[in-house]
């Protein structure tokens, strides 16, 4: 039973299928997004199904962007989402 559970757990960190945003350092790193609608040095915006994202700030760049997968970088001051 315990294999099955480390399995688990093993398979869920390497094939992460969930929405998260992990806030660290001055910098967030956004997991599963569907969409980035905007980005500029102020502004970055993207989706994930029916929400939509804004991370305000200065000097925002998008320091890593894989297909599911971004790294804001810069003066995070605000994250909404409607």
Same mark, same amino acid.
């Given at each position: 039973?315990?294999?099955?559970?480390?399995?688990?757990?093993? /398979?869920? +960190?390497?094939? *992460?299928?969930?929405?998260?945003? @992990?806030? #660290?350092?001055?910098?967030?790193?956004?997991?599963?997004?569907?969409?980035?609608?905007?980005?500029?040095?102020?502004?970055?915006?993207?989706?994930?199904?029916? /929400?939509? +994202?804004?991370? *305000?700030?200065?000097?925002?760049? @998008?320091? #890593?962007?894989?297909?599911?997968?971004?790294?804001?970088?810069?003066?995070?001051?605000?994250?909404?989402?409607?």
């Amino acid at each position: 039973m315990k294999k099955n559970k480390l399995f688990r757990l093993a /398979n869920n +960190y390497i094939n *992460e299928n969930n929405f998260s945003m @992990i806030y #660290k350092n001055n910098s967030l790193d956004v997991i599963n997004y569907t969409k980035i609608l905007d980005f500029s040095s102020t502004l970055i915006s993207f989706s994930h199904k029916n /929400n939509d +994202y804004y991370v *305000e700030g200065d000097n925002l760049v @998008i320091s #890593k962007m894989m297909e599911d997968e971004i790294l804001i970088t810069g003066n995070i001051k605000k994250i909404t989402f409607i």
